[in-house]
């Protein structure tokens, strides 16, 4: 199936470079900034894009998408917003690969067809469910897998070699390694033990495989895209939000410029 994302992910290994994936919250600070937000994402050089759905209890996130999660849902952001901005999105950006990220009950609660198909329609290219383990997944990922949406799956330090095929199995667009046993945004994990899991999942599985949770700097972004096909950034970004507001666009850009300005001068320095 040649789609957005794996149209992305083969032009960034052309260029011998990670793709740079980056998180912000729809609706944070509102739901009128998020566009600007996102575009200035994609002005500064982000490949793909997540989209995070706000949720009262986000258990793998840590206080900085709490927060933004409080901010989007405090000022009223609903379901149907989310689906607005990611199809005003898809029609400025008709190539960015666009993925939700967010957890079982928003997508579940107009039934699992409902959701695949408003993802469908808004051009949404894939979605990743973090609190829905594979043995339980007998509603999102057939629906989504029917509506032609990618059903990203997420890999962990404990992820052992007897569970991977399970995690593996109707996983499609890329591999999430989140690269700590934690929340977003607070440890970070030795380089050294990500190295060793993307050589054991590359060896697992053909999907690019892409590595978060505690990615903050360029220099770490561009050690990780030594080894990964992708490399994901949420909660450095959505801290310019939160200390920005709805100003936040430039300083975005700006930030996301560096992150692949770094992962574009490692690929130049890997070819010489």
């Not at 199936?1 to 600070?29: E, Y």
Request: with cysteine; proline share 6%; net charge negative.
């Amino acid at each position: 199936m040649t789609d957005r994302l794996s149209t992305r992910f083969a032009a960034c290994k052309a260029q011998g470079r990670a793709a740079l994936i980056t998180f912000v919250t729809a609706g944070d600070p509102d739901v009128a900034a998020t566009p600007a937000i996102l575009d200035a994402l994609v002005a500064g050089g982000a490949d793909i894009i997540e989209l995070g759905m706000p949720f009262t209890d986000p258990m793998a996130d840590g206080p900085a998408i709490e927060l933004a999660n409080l901010r989007s849902l405090g000022s009223g952001t609903r379901t149907k917003d989310v689906f607005a901005l990611a199809t005003k999105f898809r029609a400025r950006h008709a190539d960015t690969p666009l993925v939700l990220m967010g957890y079982a009950n928003p997508m579940l609660a107009r039934g699992a067809d409902w959701f695949a198909e408003q993802c469908k329609a808004a051009g949404v290219d894939g979605v990743i469910c973090v609190d829905v383990p594979p043995e339980e997944d007998a509603e999102i990922g057939p629906a989504l897998r029917a509506a032609g949406v990618h059903l990203v799956r997420l890999a962990t330090p404990t992820t052992d070699a007897q569970r991977l095929p399970t995690v593996l199995q109707g996983a499609s667009g890329f591999l999430y390694h989140v690269a700590v046993a934690g929340v977003t945004g607070k440890q970070q994990a030795a380089q050294a033990s990500i190295e060793i899991a993307v050589a054991r999942l590359k060896a697992a599985t053909d999907l690019p495989i892409a590595v978060g949770f505690g990615v903050r700097s360029p220099e770490q972004a561009a050690a990780i895209g030594r080894v990964a096909d992708g490399v994901v950034v949420g909660s450095a970004i959505v801290d310019i939000v939160g200390s920005h507001g709805d100003a936040a666009a430039p300083f975005v850009q700006d930030f996301v410029a560096a992150l692949r300005g770094a992962l574009t001068t490692q690929a130049q320095e890997t070819a010489a």
